[in-house]
């Protein structure tokens, strides 16, 4: 097994402000199978427009599978919509038997969708929505989608993460908030964390087969991600003014979607995976320099906290992973 990759910038020539469509612009991706879950809003359609348009054959997980539909219709290129509840383990079975049944490979996966900072709610098992939706959902969707992927050349998977990371680890005690007053923006830090640390781990055990893995944070966006939270907190938090003009430091969802695209398609990113890639490029640690809106925070880089959470996420899964 080859050392893991870096967490150091590389000499990427796409940057803060590229759209999803100049990062994938000149790359062929004809007779390409990729899905993204969540691709019918803010920088999910913005994803799946850039990945279509390049040729591949994108397939969307769509809560509301009507609207995503809509949204799509016009978009250039193949686009299959099936339905997926990430919050539901049996929708979540549905809809891999559906992508399996169709597909016979899988190249790159970008599970994208998310919940962010909502008050508390739990599913069916009774765990914690965010952690529930962002994490274990996408847990049991890629163990599901691990043969398409396995039968893929060089297939890559992209977990779309946060900056939300920096608000602090995980608790493994306490992973569905039953013994702590719950807390909507630790919550979100928790399952932001899990996604990159779920990167992590999966990269180690996917290089062998050719199948890389990597965390994503796209940026500060306006989207419907924020649906949860009143104009007055994302005003005390800087995201607006108080004409409702966002931060300049915001990136349009072509921007936002940038990395996301840029992580499935660039040739840099060959034989390399694992890492927290932000702004087309991989991540910097952070240090004391760090402004609030970037860097990489050591304990998403923690192999043992990634291993221990992959455990955890199968015994509240039911999931073994498959060989």
């Known amino acids: 097994m080859t050392m893991p990759t870096q967490q150091t910038p590389i000499d990427s020539p796409f940057g803060y402000r590229s759209t999803a469509r100049e990062v ?3 790359i062929d991706l004809s007779g390409k199978n990729v899905l993204v879950t969540g691709g019918y809003s803010g ?7 850039a990945l279509a348009g390049a040729g591949a054959h994108v397939i969307v997980g769509a809560r509301r599978a009507q ?15 099936l339905p997926l509840d990430l919050s539901d383990p049996a929708s979540i079975d549905t809809f891999a ?8 490979q899988l190249d790159i996966l970008i599970n994208n969708a998310a919940v962010m900072a909502n008050p508390l709610t739990r599913d069916a098992r009774g765990y914690e929505s ?17 043969p398409l992927l396995l039968a893929a050349d060089k297939a890559r998977v992209v977990c779309v993460s946060s900056i939300g990371h920096r608000l602090n680890a995980l608790d493994l005690d306490d992973l569905n908030w039953e013994r702590r007053e719950y ?4 919550a979100y830090g928790a399952a932001k964390s899990a996604n990159a640390l779920f990167a992590l781990h999966l990269d180690k055990m996917g290089e062998p087969h050719k199948v ?13 991600l924020q649906r949860h939270l009143t104009m007055d907190e994302q005003k ?3 995201w607006y003014d108080d004409e409702g003009n966002t931060h300049e430091a915001f990136k349009s969802t072509e921007e936002g979607a940038s990395t996301s695209v840029w992580v499935a398609v660039s040739p840099l990113l060959e034989g390399i995976g694992g890492v927290y890639c932000e702004n087309c490029n991989i991540g910097a640690v952070a240090d004391d320099d760090t402004p609030a809106g970037a860097g990489v925070y050591p304990h998403i880089r923690d192999e043992e906290l990634a291993n221990e959470l992959w455990l955890k996420s199968q015994k509240l899964t039911g999931i073994s992973w498959p060989a």
Do not use: D, Y
């Open 212 to 224: 890389r893995a990597f965390a994503v944070h796209p940026g500060g966006i306006a989207t419907p």
């Open 97 to 104: 038997a559906g992508v399996s049944e169709k597909f016979g």
């Open 236 to 238: 005390a938090m800087g």
């Open 24 to 26: 994938v612009s000149g």
């Open 183 to 186: 807390e909507k923006w630790p």
């Open 130 to 146: 965010q952690f529930a939706t962002n994490h274990l959902g996408h847990f049991q969707l890629t163990a599901r989608l691990w």
């Open 67 to 81: 609207q995503a539909e809509a949204v799509l219709a016009e978009a250039e290129g193949a686009i299959t919509v």
């Open 43 to 49: 920088i999910g359609t913005e994803t799946v427009r």
